[in-house]
Nanobody
């Protein structure tokens, strides 16, 4: 069955860095766009970043531009989210999600979801 498993979350002080990983099983990534979403308590789920199937296009929500970088290694069925210069407002559960197709969008519905990994940014 299709499964996405996130890892790499944790506790970090403001200005610190984390790298999230999303390992996919049940299908290969060659024809799937992958996105990272996050959800903080009391807030709606927010699209953070996405990468298209061939890693030729990426999208970032404005609040993380210049700080986060999404990448993928299709041979390893893994997508990464490098998060630098973390801020307290980045605190959330981060989810990776997949959908078939070429294009990348953080406003598009995704079919497959992981369980999430907690990122806490605090002094």
């Amino acid at each position: 069955q299709v499964q996405l498993v996130e890892s790499g979350g944790g506790f970090v002080q403001p200005g610190g860095s984390l790298r999230l990983s999303c390992v996919v099983s049940g299908f290969t990534l060659d024809y799937y766009a992958i996105a990272w979403f996050r959800q903080a308590p009391g807030k709606e789920r927010e699209g953070v970043s996405c990468i298209n199937s061939r890693a030729t296009d990426t999208v970032y929500v404005n609040s993380v531009k210049g700080r986060f970088t999404i990448s993928r290694d299709n041979a390893k069925n893994t997508v990464y989210l490098q998060m630098n210069s973390l801020k307290s407002e980045d605190t959330a559960v981060y989810y990776c999600a997949a959908r078939s197709g070429y294009v990348c969008s953080i406003l598009t519905a995704y079919k497959y979801w992981g369980q999430g990994t907690q990122v806490t940014v605090s002094s």
